[in-house]
C-alpha cells in the first residue's frame, strides 16, 4: 500500500537536516537526522570515503556554508518503515556538484538516516 503523502513529507523535512548543515556548513542539523552508526560511502576528488558519518560531519564543519549552494531532495521510495531519498547538490564549498542516496528508517515514531552514499559529479573533481 502506498504511504499518505503526509509522511512523503515527513521524509523530506527529515533529510532536510541533511541540506541544512551543508548549506550553513554547520554539522548540528544533519546530527539530528543520523543515528551514531550510521556509514558513509563514495568518492570525493577521486578517493574513497567510507566508515563513519562522522567524516560528513567534519567535512561539513570544514568547508563551511555558501549562499551559492543549491540542493532538491526527491523521496524515490517509501515503505512503512524504510525510505530511500535522492539530494541533488550544487556549489558545496563552491564547486563541487554530488548526488547523494540517503537510506532512512522509521525508528520510535521518527525518520532516521542509517546510510549516505553519494557521486560527485565528474566534471568538479579536483585532481
Known amino acids: 500500500m ?3 503523502i503526509e509522511e512523503y513529507e515527513a521524509v523530506e523535512a ?3 537536516n541533511f541540506v541544512k548543515s551543508v548549506a550553513e556548513g554547520d554539522s548540528k542539523y544533519a546530527k539530528q537526522l543520523f543515528i551514531d552508526e550510521a556509514v558513509l560511502f563514495g568518492y570525493l576528488d577521486g578517493k574513497l570515503e567510507h566508515g563513519s558519518i562522522e567524516q560528513f560531519y567534519k567535512n561539513v564543519d570544514t568547508v563551511g556554508g555558501d549562499k551559492n549552494f543549491k540542493a532538491r531532495i526527491d523521496v524515490i521510495a ?3 518503515t524504510l525510505a530511500v531519498v535522492r539530494v541533488l547538490e550544487e556549489n558545496w564549498g563552491n564547486r563541487i556538484d554530488f548526488t547523494d542516496y540517503l537510506l532512512l528508517l522509521k525508528m520510535n515514531g ?4 542509517v546510510a549516505k552514499a553519494y557521486n560527485q559529479n565528474s566534471d568538479t573533481i579536483k585532481k
Do not use: G, P
Open 2 to 4: 502506498r504511504s499518505e
Open 14 to 16: 527529515a533529510a532536510q
Open 78 to 80: 517509501l515503505e512503512e
Open 110 to 113: 521518527e525518520w532516521k538516516c
